[in-house]
């Protein structure tokens, strides 16, 4: 208590340096603490003090990082504000920190500086009473001469200010109230606390210690404010339904001296983008469960403090919920005979998706409400499936969008991650959407085959609720926790095989198979696409470069055996790469001779300008190319007994495959090389097994190879006997149920010393009993029998359903012979047949008694 009854803050305060914000008497304010020293002061001063004193503290305006401070009093404010503590909230989101709510008591200069460590201890002189910002009394009057002159006036301005406000709007109301119970002297810091200023202002306001230069300070700020006020509404006479309050409360303001905004356009800014907001989320069209939640966050966003995180989280989800096209479509062209077309302008080849799309245009103009199919387009790299999937967006006039499943390990990819972690986001389905802005377009699920496994889930078990014609109507992500309709979207997938592919992913998709191309079909995709293409990207025209027909089966035929065109496209780039280069120098020898006619000399030594255009022939695809980088080699292979040519499937693609075996002295014992699987180890078991229980029947004891070593001797064609069985290329793993019928062929060779036909490749699984079971693939290995040069198929006798899949030009080029059974096989491999086999044999029938 100071001799005029009244209160003296302590004469020791420690000090919060402030670098943002400005506290006047009688306001309060809100400031954030992060500093070192700031923590230190809170948590040795005010979470430990028990007594109203230990919760005074000064606060000093500083413009200096807090952390290098000296003795030298300047580096600090010379006057700060004495308050106290009202609220002290801690977080350690972002980082550890605490918010103080501070009221402002008095104004106080700094004496000297008694310690900075851990915290800054100050001793302080009061300059203000501290009464009179809590005790009403008639203050300055104005009889007080020129300091009431400034009183009236700046009391009629802030009279005027109200008046220019909405009275019903309770803030507005305590304000009125504030304004008749407050003594005139503590008005300017006040009102200047409440009106939009500028911290450089509200520091003229604190540095004027004098109630007359306070008043002088304050009162063009006011008067700055009614300006504004008058002018602003001026703006908003012609659209009444824009008026928006311009008071409000800021966040944390308490009584006494509650700080407000007179301003409000910040404030404004916010309401319209929420007003803005609310009507966008009336106007979505979105289904009423996603209403009701938009609404619910929307009601919690209008309470929430921009501060805070969840404000920029919950504004976020919003607008992502109203940018979903949960009503926009794209209408359909049905148009059948544009879209075949199309189609056939975009792609040769591919009948079979063509008239899968065909028959989808149909069925849609029957029954517009029919359930986009989900189709997966199977088949090696490079064929055109992610191309087609375009085509097919193109023909039906809707929105593509490709979404890229390689190495995708991660379920949240697919279901988004959930608004509660950090970071959150929605899955790549709900962004596709949000991307293509409709809710029926084609989606291309691109390598589903590739999708990974870790711990953070499945993907692949992810995608069974998005794949399923009868779940995808209510599909949920995790990031916005409402369904969404995806049964208008078409889905279509693309693998190169469906052995990676989960049986129930599997099971929800319609496989279309996509086989390689045929090498008539490789040079009509050639020159109606992947030439001018390339031309085009090397600035070339058809006037400048001719590649004929015979030139590009050669490249199809000895540089590039793939089932798809992307090898063959990059060796076309190549030749026009390379006359790319002879053009260009062309190009410069003209212009060079058009600058200086006169000097014939100067061009000596450089060769002539090529004729246009240049045609690529053998000797210049040798030049550009190199040499071959494949040879006709099955008839040279085939040369010595115990080698046979099969056919193999892989996700490239059709392949040969040479089986060869040799026998040497030993004790019966098998060696499988070429990095052989199980199936096809258990498949060469096989095959010496039915030999060996059929050896006399087809005479394998009696050959002249046999002959040979007659101390061999025995029935048995392994007595005293190793086999070595070889697959070449054995640095790729080879597996499935296709090379029995191989295996016995090239055995039977081997015991037999006879040759296979040069011109014969086969494929087909076999039984003990000497049954060829059907295969698959048949389509890829009957191309890559016809790409290798081979006249001759030989093909279980259940497979020749798949025959009518091939073209009709491969059909007519090569000799199909279908088996049931390894005689069949044996008499066809061998020239003149095997013998033994039924030709020269009568197997006893046996009739079943079943």
């Not at 609404?295 to 921009?306: A, F, G, S, T």
């Not at 040069?789 to 497979?799: F, W």
Request: with cysteine; aromatic share 4%; net charge neutral.
């Amino acid at each position: 208590m100071t001799s005029d009854g009244g209160i003296q803050i302590p004469s020791r305060l420690p000090l919060l340096l402030t670098h943002e914000g400005v506290l006047l008497p009688g306001s309060t304010v809100r400031f954030s603490v992060d500093s070192p020293r700031n923590m230190h002061l809170v948590s040795q001063r005010l979470l430990r003090g028990t007594s109203l004193k230990s919760t005074i503290i000064g606060v000093i305006p500083n413009t200096r990082d807090p952390e290098h401070l000296t003795d030298d009093l300047p580096t600090l404010h010379k006057i700060g504000t004495a308050g106290i503590a009202v609220q002290v909230v801690g977080s350690n989101w972002p980082k550890p920190h605490y918010t103080l709510l501070i009221t402002g008591l008095c104004r106080f200069s700094v004496s000297s500086l008694l310690k900075e460590r851990p915290f800054v201890l100050a001793e302080v002189e009061q300059l203000d009473k501290l009464d009179q910002y809590t005790t009403p009394a008639a203050g300055v009057t104005a009889e007080d001469g020129e300091l009431g002159e400034l009183s009236t006036k700046f009391y009629q301005a802030a009279v005027q200010l109200l008046g220019m406000l909405d009275m019903s709007v309770p803030v507005v109301a305590k304000f009125r109230r504030l304004l008749d119970s407050l003594p005139r002297e503590t008005l300017p810091d006040v009102v200047a606390s409440m009106i939009r200023t500028s911290n450089k202002e509200k520091l003229q306001v604190l540095d004027a210690v004098s109630l007359e230069e306070r008043f002088k300070k304050a009162l063009p700020m006011l008067t700055r404010q009614i300006e504004g006020l008058k002018l602003l509404q001026k703006t908003r006479k012609r659209s009444p339904d824009n008026e928006k309050r311009v008071l409000s409360v800021r966040k944390g303001g308490v009584f006494p001296g509650q700080q407000f905004s007179l301003d409000g356009e910040d404030e404004d800014e916010d309401g319209d983008d929420i007003i803005a907001l609310e009507r966008k989320v009336h106007g979505a069209n979105m289904p009423d469960a996603a209403l009701r939640v938009c609404l619910k966050e929307l009601k919690r966003l209008k309470k929430m403090p921009q501060s805070m995180p969840e404000y920029a989280l919950t504004r976020n989800y919003l607008d992502l919920m109203v940018e979903l096209p949960w009503s926009k479509n794209t209408k359909d062209c049905l148009d059948i005979q544009a879209a075949r077309t199309l189609l056939d302008s975009d792609h040769y080849a591919l009948d079979k998706l063509k008239r899968r799309v065909l028959e989808y245009l149909a069925v849609r103009q029957l029954k517009p409400s029919l359930k986009g199919p989900i189709l997966c387009f199977v088949g090696p790299p490079g064929v055109g499936k992610t191309s087609v999937g375009r085509s097919i967006a193109r023909t039906l006039g809707r929105e593509f969008h490709r979404i890229a499943l390689g190495g995708v390990c991660d379920q949240s990819d697919i279901r988004g991650h959930r608004r509660t972690y950090v970071g959150s986001m929605p899955g790549r389905i709900i962004n596709g959407l949000k991307t293509v802005g409709v809710n029926n377009p084609v989606f291309l699920l691109d390598e589903v085959d590739k999708l990974g496994k870790s711990l953070q889930g499945d993907p692949a078990a992810a995608l069974l609720e998005v794949l399923d014609p009868e779940q995808n109507h209510s599909f949920t992500d995790h990031y916005l926790n409402v369904a969404f309709d995806l049964s208008q979207v078409l889905f279509i997938a693309t693998a190169n095989t469906t052995a990676t592919i989960p049986p129930a992913l599997l099971d929800r998709m319609e496989v279309l198979q996509v086989p390689g191309y045929t090498q008539e079909e490789r040079v009509e995709i050639a020159h109606r696409h992947l030439i001018p293409n390339q031309l085009e990207q090397h600035g070339l025209t058809p006037q400048q470069l001719h590649i004929p027909q015979n030139t590009t089966q050669d490249i199809i035929s000895r540089y590039t055996r793939e089932a798809g065109v992307r090898s063959l496209e990059r060796k076309i780039g190549a030749i026009c790469r390379a006359v790319a280069v002879k053009v260009a120098e062309s190009h410069q020898v003209t212009k060079t001779e058009a600058l200086a006619p006169e000097c014939p000399t100067q061009q000596r030594g450089k060769a002539d300008p090529p004729e246009m255009p240049i045609v690529i022939d053998h000797i210049a695809l040798k030049d550009i190319l190199g040499p071959p980088l494949f040879e006709m080699e099955v008839s040279e292979r085939l040369t010595l007994p115990g080698v046979a040519l099969g056919l193999a499937w892989s996700p490239l693609g059709g392949e040969i495959m040479f089986v060869e075996a040799s026998r040497m002295e030993g004790d019966g014992q098998l060696t499988l090389t070429g990095q052989l699987g199980d199936v096809m180890k258990e498949s060469a078991h096989l095959a010496i097994s039915w030999l060996r229980t059929n050896a006399k029947m087809y005479q394998l004891t009696n050959s002249e190879f046999t002959q040979m070593y007659t101390w061999w001797g025995g029935g048995d064609p392994l007595e005293g006997t190793d086999i070595h069985l070889h697959f070449p290329a054995g640095a790729v793993t080879k597996d499935g149920p296709s090379a029995g019928v191989t295996i016995v062929t090239c055995l039977a060779s081997l015991f037999s010393g006879r040759l296979v036909r040069s011109d014969v490749a086969m494929t087909g699984e076999i039984t003990l009993r000497g049954l060829v079971l059907p295969v698959g693939g048949i389509k890829d290995k009957v191309l890559a029998a016809h790409r290798a040069g081979v006249k001759r198929v030989i093909l279980p006798k259940r497979n020749e359903k798949d025959l009518e899949e091939l073209p009709a030009n491969v059909r007519a080029d090569l000799d199909f012979v279908t088996a049931r059974t390894l005689d069949e096989v044996l008499n066809t491999a061998f020239d003149g047949g095997f013998p033994g086999t039924s030709s020269t044999h009568t197997h006893p029938q046996l009739n079943s008694k079943l």
